[in-house]
């Protein structure tokens, strides 16, 4: 084998990856609302979830894509793990979709006549319009389908170039568990069976191996695909594991069924299913193995997810419940997680400050925080306050984890404000809930006191936090800027109105000698912190509610308010 001949190949294998890339990104960036409504619709039994998992996988071209996103509507508790097992089995049926279009098209239709011109006319559509979000994508999608098939056409030319030169024979003698592993390190390396398969086609196609060897390197493959999500799941919660470990489970149960009967699988494809032509009876048989192992499986997915859940138990509990089985790849829906946990946040933060002050529960307002978040990961009624914060605290560094792995994706200008929006909501719920928090010994002093006037100043508060929360909770129903605008805006003057009010309270109650120097002190210390904590309430609910227009606007208005 001649030295350019190798690097011809791996030119091809390069473009085919790169090729890869591009198609698997486009479709990242192009994931929406549509797939995820058809996945959360489709998924609500086991065999609708296998079907799901199949169609969303070929049309997406990557199961990886389809398990970031069946994690994430796990992680929201919108799919058991059961039915997410169903789709990750019929993630791995659509993704022998890809071997099909390249055995298929790369190998029996003569696409040199297209390739170049698709890469050159993707190429300046690249460039022109990049301020064009669906034509840049399309143009990107078009320049990764051009490289993937011109890398093919270079790795099929090192074959045949190859065979000419090179005796594989002495090779092929070897067991054939050695192409197994053989397959497995590659895909393994390279993160990707598209291409291992690819490359068997290419030798397979200029008869460098026999049809045997292809299927035990391309058995190899499917063992190769569960690392990736294998490293994933490295460090990460119970769930991701469970779906890792099932993968893998499932990957060595077909690949063992298809090594053990590879003889009679590829008779069977041959005499029955009538396919002569080595390329197809090599997909044929990926696909066949992995159609046969999500029967087997579909019977006993119930029990296989029950072993899973008592075999992977989270040790350290997340504080935040919809981001952990969130992936920030997904661009999308990973937005749409956040904004559920921001608002969980917040619900969290108005409750633990109404509880420092000793007020029930307030409100049980339909569409409100109450009815959307009930059940989800509320604070234990068994922590203290102390506790409780600190919970709330851990949150806080989750979100804002989640947040800096999530700004390193390519995010639109508009959603990446609305992202900045809920991280600064984040921010103005966790000062409210300080402000709070720090005036605690203050609280139980005048809340203890036999002092009448301290006493009187303690249930006075307690009155206009009761008013103010109540407000606030039945403002989170509402989907229009325009009154949630103006209500912030009434609610900020009221609370500043207040503020002064009882700061001239105090003054006049000084002025009598009713209260000694410190009382004074501490009186002016915890009326300028409730301000503060109420104004930070306020002007998150600002970021959560509003759009960056109203925002700004609401900004501008209360300038002369310091933040």
């Avoid at 952990?324 to 904004?339: F, G, R, Y």
């Avoid at 999530?406 to 103005?428: F, P, T, Y």
């Avoid at 209260?515 to 300028?528: C, G, H, K, P, Y």
Wanted: hydrophobic fraction near 50%; proline fraction near 2%; charged fraction near 20%.
């Amino acid at each position: 084998m001649e030295l350019l001949d190798f690097w011809k190949l791996l030119a091809g294998l390069g473009m085919f990856l790169y090729g890869m890339f591009h198609i698997e990104d486009t479709m990242k960036q192009m994931e929406g609302r549509a797939f995820k409504l058809f996945l959360q619709k489709h998924t609500k039994h086991k065999l609708s979830a296998i079907f799901s998992g199949t169609i969303v996988t070929g049309i997406l071209q990557s199961s990886s894509i389809v398990n970031l996103m069946m994690l994430s509507f796990v992680g929201a508790g919108m799919l058991s793990m059961r039915n997410a097992l169903g789709v990750a089995l019929g993630a791995n049926i659509g993704g022998t979709f890809n071997s099909w279009l390249v055995a298929i098209l790369g190998f029996k239709v003569e696409l040199g006549k297209f390739t170049l011109p698709i890469i050159g006319i993707a190429g300046i559509g690249l460039i022109v319009f990049r301020s064009k979000k669906r034509i840049y994508q399309i143009s990107k999608f078009l320049m990764g389908f051009g490289l993937l098939f011109l890398g093919l056409e270079y790795m099929k030319g090192s074959m045949d170039s190859m065979i000419k030169d090179f005796d594989f024979s002495p090779y092929l003698q070897y067991n054939s568990i050695v192409f197994v592993l053989i397959g497995f390190i590659i895909t393994a390396l390279i993160q990707t069976s598209a291409a291992t398969v690819a490359i068997v086609l290419s030798a397979l196609y200029a008869n460098i191996i026999p049809i045997e060897t292809a299927v035990a390197v391309v058995l190899g493959a499917e063992l190769g695909t569960t690392i990736k999500i294998l490293i994933g799941s490295i460090g990460g919660i119970a769930a991701k594991k469970r779906v890792a470990f099932g993968n893998i489970i499932f990957n060595l149960f077909t690949s063992a069924f298809g090594f053990i009967l590879i003889v009679p699988i590829i008779k069977f494809i041959r005499d029955i299913i009538g396919l002569e032509d080595p390329l197809l009876i090599l997909v044929a048989f990926q696909t066949f193995i992995n159609i046969m192992g999500v029967i087997m499986f579909y019977f006993f997915l119930d029990a296989f997810g029950s072993f899973l859940d008592k075999r992977f138990t989270d040790g350290v509990k997340n504080a935040t419940h919809f981001l952990p089985n969130t992936s920030p790849e997904i661009v999308d829906t990973a937005i749409i997680m956040v904004e559920k946990e921001v608002g969980l946040f917040i619900y969290r933060v108005i409750n633990l400050n109404l509880e420092a002050f000793h007020i029930k529960e307030i409100g049980d307002f339909e569409n409100g925080f109450n009815t959307t978040y009930e059940n989800k990961g509320f604070l234990p009624d068994d922590l203290t306050y102390i506790e409780k914060y600190n919970l709330i605290k851990q949150a806080e560094g989750e979100i804002f984890s989640f947040y800096s792995k999530l700004a390193e994706e390519k995010i639109e200008k508009n959603k990446r404000i609305h992202l900045d929006q809920l991280i600064s909501s984040v921010r103005g719920a966790m000062y409210s809930a300080k402000g709070v928090k720090d005036i605690m010994d203050d609280r139980k002093e005048f809340s203890n006191s036999i002092d009448e006037l301290k006493f009187d100043f303690y249930e006075l508060i307690r009155s206009q936090l009761t008013e103010m929360y109540t407000d606030l909770i039945k403002l989170s129903s509402s989907k229009d800027n325009t009154i949630v605008f103006e209500k912030l805006f009434k609610l900020l003057e009221k609370v500043k109105t207040q503020y002064e009010d009882r700061m001239d309270d105090a003054f006049r109650e000084a002025g009598k000698d009713k209260l000694i120097e410190l009382d004074i002190s501490t009186l002016f210390n915890v009326n300028r912190e409730l301000f503060a904590s109420c104004k930070s309430i306020i002007f998150s609910m600002k970021d959560y509610l509003l759009d960056a227009k109203h925002v700004e606007k609401f900004e501008n208005t209360t300038s002369f308010i310091p933040k």
